[in-house]
Each structure stands twice: as structure tokens, then as C-alpha cells.
């Protein structure tokens, strides 16, 4: 009878945990990026592009780039379209790893925030482009080298409460049919 009514507990826990698992499944991530996190380029790209799973607000968004000095290079306009947020650069001229810092919103959804490098080898004669190097494209290669997924750490997190509420539970379960610590009488 006590096992059966432990097991009913049991299971209404996890119909109660099971849809915040599946919510978390389904959390906003970022599933594109132009450049792609890791590239190296020769061209500078004049905008640096992320789409995301689901649509952004077109404000509150924050998309930084900065040269292997630590100077910022983007513009600050960016710009939403949907499930697409650019942010302008300025010129690139200095070789090294760039880092791009973010923060995208979407409604009723936990910001995407992380951060990606990619590589610019600077030509040694800089030269004005009479027309667009790179436009913002996305690629699906971005999705697996990215460091961020809040999606993941939710459910790592709902795993992590389910198995302190089992530890609970069989803590619960052998202090009942061990007798626990009852205390002896002195006769």
C-alpha cells in the first residue's frame, strides 16, 4: 500500500516536471551566425548577421564586436527583421580574432546571450571595395560550435531537481521500512 502511494507521488512529480522539460526542449537559441563562429576570413565582412529560433524584438537587442585589441569595431545600428538581427562594422584593418558579444530578446522567451570569434586576415594594402564584400547570409554550421545554449542548462537544471527529489524520496522511503532511528527505552 506505502510503496503504491509512493510511486503515484512519484509519478505525479514528473507529470508535473515533465512540461517545463519540454519547454526548455523549445527555448529560444540562436541558429545561425555570418560569419560563422570559427571562420577565418581574407574579406572583410561589413555586417555581422544571427538568426535566432524564434522572432526578436526589434529593440533591446545588443550585438558588440571587438577587435583582437579589445576595440569595439561595430557600428551599433542594428537592425531586427524577424528571427534576424545585423549590426554594421566599421572598417576591419587589424589581423587577429574577433569576438562578437550578444544579447538577443524575444518575446516571452530567456535572452540568448554568448559570444562567438572568428578570424580576419587584414590585406596588407587596404583598399575601398566599390561594392559590398560579404553580405549577411546564415549558415546552419554555426549552430554546433556555439558555447551558449540556455535551452541545454534547463535541462540540466530540471535533471538536477528530479534527482535531488529522488534522493529525497528514497531517504524518506528507507527511514520507513528500516524503522528509521527510533529511539530505544530504558528498562
Given amino acids: 500500500m506505502r510503496k503504491s502511494r509512493y510511486l503515484a507521488a512519484a509519478l505525479a512529480i514528473f507529470m508535473i516536471l515533465a512540461p517545463a522539460v519540454t519547454t526548455a526542449a523549445l527555448a529560444n537559441s540562436l541558429t545561425a551566425t555570418s560569419p560563422t563562429a570559427g571562420s577565418v576570413l581574407n574579406v572583410a565582412p561589413n555586417a555581422i548577421s544571427m538568426t535566432t529560433a524564434n522572432p ?5 537587442n545588443l550585438i558588440v564586436v571587438n577587435d583582437p585589441n579589445g576595440v569595439a569595431v561595430d557600428d551599433g545600428s542594428i ?5 534576424n538581427a545585423v549590426v ?5 584593418t587589424v589581423t587577429g580574432v574577433y569576438t562578437v558579444n550578444y544579447t538577443l530578446l524575444a518575446a516571452n522567451e530567456a535572452p540568448v546571450a554568448g559570444s562567438y570569434t572568428f578570424q580576419f586576415n587584414a590585406p596588407s594594402v587596404v583598399s575601398a571595395p566599390s561594392t559590398p564584400a560579404v553580405s549577411p547570409s546564415t549558415s546552419k554550421k554555426a549552430v554546433s560550435s556555439q558555447s551558449t545554449n540556455s535551452g541545454a542548462d ?4 530540471v535533471l538536477l531537481l528530479l534527482a535531488f527529489l529522488v534522493f529525497v524520496f528514497l531517504i524518506i522511503y528507507a527511514k520507513q521500512t528500516f524503522g528509521g532511528s527510533k ?3 530504558r528498562n
Avoid: M
Avoid at 526578436?56 to 533591446?60: I, K, N, P, S
Fill in 56 to 60: 526578436l524584438l526589434e529593440q533591446g
Fill in 79 to 83: 537592425s531586427v527583421t524577424g528571427n
Fill in 88 to 92: 554594421g562594422l566599421k572598417a576591419l
Fill in 154 to 157: 534547463t535541462f540540466v537544471y
Fill in 183 to 185: 529511539k530505544r527505552s
